[in-house]
């Protein structure tokens, strides 16, 4: 069976910086709905188009084709008493964008005595990536999973 819309598709992936260094490697397969359900970045659906069980594809993410470009508006520096007494380097908290009001997740990048840096950022935002993948399994999408737009798990609807 090809990759095409309303297929669900089984992958293992590698994802490395443009260096070729490697940031995420998946041990098992993922599954994701194929057809513009937004399950996997857009440029990687596409080449994946037409493809089957078994094919590969490597594939160069600039930064507007996956976690987009650096923001340096979403870096903010905050009093330190919005935060717990124990916040350290890593933390994430989730907060609303100044301008647009919606949700994102920050992440602690720095803590002094009375401040604490954080940002709103993907940690992969700016980067260009290469996305090597390989085509394990391709199956009809079922009814329910096309109406959810999202794969269900093995023993059914899953959240």
Do not use: W
Request: charged share 30%.
């Amino acid at each position: 069976m090809n990759i095409d819309k309303d297929t669900v598709v089984e992958l293992t992936y590698e994802l490395a910086d443009a260096d070729g260094k490697v940031i995420e490697r998946t041990d098992d397969p993922i599954e994701y709905l194929h057809g513009g359900y937004d399950g996997i970045f857009p440029l990687v659906e596409r080449e994946l188009a037409g493809k089957r069980a078994g094919d590969s594809c490597r594939i160069r993410l600039e930064p507007d084709d996956a976690f987009g470009e650096y923001d340096a508006e979403l870096l903010h520096l905050e009093p330190r008493s919005k935060f717990p007494s124990d916040v350290t380097i890593g933390m994430r908290f989730e907060g609303r964008g100044a301008e647009s009001g919606t949700k994102l997740s920050y992440t602690v990048t720095d803590v002094a005595e009375d401040k604490v840096v954080v940002d709103g950022n993907h940690p992969l935002a700016g980067r260009t990536l290469q996305f090597t993948c390989t085509v394990t399994a391709v199956r009809a999408a079922t009814e329910e999973e096309v109406a959810h737009g999202h794969v269900h798990g093995e023993h059914g609807h899953h959240h």
